[in-house]
């Protein structure tokens, strides 16, 4: 029989970070900081609307793009958040989660051969996506020395003629990393100069400590070649919701619009009444969850010290990237062991991306009292690697 399985999709290996879940949830008495999924509850108005919605049997399909009232306020908001705008009857799509307007923007955007940048590390859909695309993804190796940034010096570095997209992942998803407006302004300079196009993903734009988000759309010139893609997931813990969306120019948005409509028809309309709710009123919904982070955030990172853990300080979403290099074992056997051992699992940096070795990713998007009892677990594995316990 013909071999009934495509070559491309065989070779892309399957999520780094599903191996982890995968096991740790047949685990008896094991503690996951592996998912990067907000330990709330979705804030009830928002849960509120989406009832409501279901008792007045607005049960059917919505226009392919979205409800026209939940693309308003997507507009409103980056307005209002961001001071960029868009017109929600032509640069706005509401997506299945963020992941599909990562899909969606490769392939409407890609030609085979074309290049696209991507920092890591980083999340795990960008370098699949991009293949699926029939694009050819290009890792640039971010270094802890710059902060896990991107610097002029290292985009430059691997800008080539067939280079066609910049993706930016900030604030970043494994390592807490945020670029400053003054940081992304160099990029800016250079997405022009070099004739390039910016896939911004920013779903933890909401979440970032002691500095404000800025996106590299409101940048003069860049709006025209960016698609900025953003959801309701992680800001407002609607993570089974699976509603996201993007803002882009009409003429890139026409076509992303094309494959949305063959592939899915349109986002649930459900949720969409729901994301309608945590727009209008979710501001301090937002901050509530931010603030606990922070408080998490600051916790772990002094647990880490005191483990002697070396860590950069993450400023963004809810992980935080410590090193294990000291102890000369793989990310993935330092994981592997502690899950095993004292059954505790974290995701191995090079899950996301060869650069991450040496690195584990440690999500605090957990309770105070999981990451403590997480912690003190991880703290005994360590001594006993050190020969102290």
Not at 152 to 176: A, D, H, M, R, W
Not at 340 to 348: I, L, S
């Amino acid at each position: 029989m013909r071999n009934p399985l495509s070559e491309r999709i065989v070779e892309i290996p399957p999520s780094g970070i599903r191996k982890f879940f995968d096991i740790v949830s047949e685990m008896k008495d094991a503690i996951s900081l592996g998912v990067g999924e907000p330990d709330f509850e979705t804030p009830w108005h928002i849960r509120e609307e989406g009832i409501y919605s279901l008792e007045k049997g607005r049960t059917f399909y919505t226009s392919n793009a979205g409800l026209r009232e939940l693309k308003v306020e997507i507009s409103s908001y980056l307005k209002r958040r961001f001071d960029v705008t868009y017109d929600p009857d032509h640069e706005v799509m509401v997506t299945v989660g963020g992941s599909e307007a990562i899909d969606v923007a490769l392939r409407a955007m890609l030609d085979p051969g074309d290049e696209v940048l991507i920092p890591q590390p980083c999340f795990v859909s960008y370098v699949p996506c991009t293949i699926l695309a029939n694009g050819v993804p290009v890792p640039i190796p971010l270094e802890e020395k710059d902060n896990f940034k991107l610097t002029k010096e290292k985009l430059l570095q691997y800008i080539t003629p067939k280079s066609k997209i910049l993706v930016l992942p900030f604030p970043n998803n494994p390592t807490g990393a945020v670029m400053t407006a003054e940081e992304l302004a160099v990029i800016a300079e250079i997405v022009i100069e070099k004739d390039l196009f910016v896939l911004t993903d920013e779903i933890y734009g909401e979440l970032t400590y002691g500095m404000e988000h800025t996106t590299i759309a409101s940048f003069p010139g860049l709006k025209e070649r960016t698609v900025l893609i953003n959801g309701f997931s992680k800001a407002y813990a609607m993570t089974g919701w699976r509603l996201g969306y993007l803002a882009a120019p009409a003429v890139i948005l026409e076509q992303m619009l094309k494959i949305h409509q063959f592939a899915i028809m349109c986002a649930p309309t459900t949720s969409q009444y729901a994301a309608v709710a945590a727009l209008r009123d979710g501001d301090k919904d937002v901050q509530m969850m931010r603030e606990s982070y922070d408080q998490r955030r600051r916790f772990l990172m002094n647990a880490f010290k005191e483990m002697g853990l070396e860590c950069f300080e993450p400023n963004g979403a809810f992980y935080a990237f410590p090193s294990i290099k000291r102890f000369g074992m793989t990310s993935d056997e330092f994981a592997t062991r502690l899950l095993q051992e004292e059954k505790v699992a974290v995701v191995p940096g090079t899950a996301f991306g060869d650069c991450g070795e040496g690195y584990l990713r440690v999500s605090y998007a957990y309770s105070l009292k999981s990451l403590k009892e997480a912690l003190g677990r991880m703290e005994r594995f360590v001594k006993r690697l050190d020969g102290k316990a």
